[in-house]
């Protein structure tokens, strides 16, 4: 369980569906440690490839060197003027940041990121020049002064478990409320009209029945001269049809291209 944007999380979600290939788990493979020199158990690695015939988990040196080529071939370059330079630790870092800077508390991203001590969390935080980390640490400092120390004890399994247990309260009729953890609902769970939705396709029968009920209400508003009662279902009906256009948007973006049977006859000159 992480905490990702909704554009991570599409991005991670396409690369489930490739991994599965259509299967209900993760294939299940063992990965090399080059520094233990060992080889793990079994688990089901979300980065994985299959060669060959065989399922493998994807070393760092081959995520290394796509990344490169990614850079590469985009053309971005820092300050100076040179080509980037990432590394796969530096997006763990990025999560860090990321997770701490929306509002997640330190000890649980040290829980997720499997730090012992929650500074280890806090420096992977930020990377600056040596002036911004004594101003960045004085800050926290304060603000550690300032806030509970109960949020820089060891987590506890009862905190553990409200916090997976609070994804479950995220799914939703019509797809996932993508909130920040622990932040209210600012719209009194009107879920219909709140931009934290994040629509799932396959509930686009649902959406498309209430569609149908919010015009046959609006219908029957302005029958009985409920102006006020127009106004709300109108906003509401608006919401219903730009969560049914952001679907459609996710349904293009994973359509399935039908490519049709292979035919090698051509290539080998074969009539038959």
């Known amino acids: 369980?992480?905490?990702?944007?909704?554009?991570?999380?599409?991005?991670?979600?396409?690369?489930?569906?490739?991994?599965?290939?259509?299967?209900?788990?993760?294939p299940l493979v063992s990965r090399y440690d080059h520094h233990e020199h060992v080889h793990s158990p079994l688990l089901p690695f979300l980065f994985q490839r299959r060669i060959y015939m065989r399922d493998s988990a994807t070393n760092r040196n081959f995520v290394a060197r796509c990344i490169d080529n990614i850079l590469l071939a985009s053309g971005l370059t820092d300050a100076s003027g040179e080509p980037l330079r990432f590394t796969p630790h530096d997006f763990r870092r990025i999560f860090a940041t990321d997770a701490i800077r929306t509002g997640l508390p330190p000890h649980i991203a040290a829980k997720i990121l499997g730090h012992t001590n929650v500074n280890t969390t806090m420096r992977y935080a930020a990377i600056y020049s040596d002036d911004v980390i004594a101003h960045h640490r004085a800050f926290i400092a304060r603000r550690r002064a300032l806030r509970p120390g109960a949020e820089y004890r060891d987590l506890t399994p009862e905190e553990w478990q409200e916090f997976l247990g609070h994804f479950e309260l995220r799914k939703l009729e019509l797809g996932i409320c993508t909130r920040d953890f622990g932040s209210p609902c600012v719209h009194e769970h009107a879920c219909i009209r709140c931009p934290a939705l994040r629509p799932d396709p396959a509930q686009a029968p649902r959406l498309h029945e209430i569609i149908d009920n919010l015009h046959a209400r609006v219908a029957e508003a302005q029958q009985q001269g409920w102006l006020g009662e127009i106004a709300g279902l109108e906003v509401s009906l608006a919401a219903a049809n730009d969560k049914l256009t952001a679907m459609n948007r996710l349904t293009e973006r994973h359509g399935v291209v039908h490519l049709g049977m292979p035919d090698f006859r051509p290539a080998t000159g074969r009539q038959g």
């Open 1 to 26: 369980m992480i905490l990702v944007s909704p554009e991570l999380g599409d991005v991670l979600t396409t690369i489930i569906h490739r991994v599965r290939n259509g299967k209900a788990v993760l």
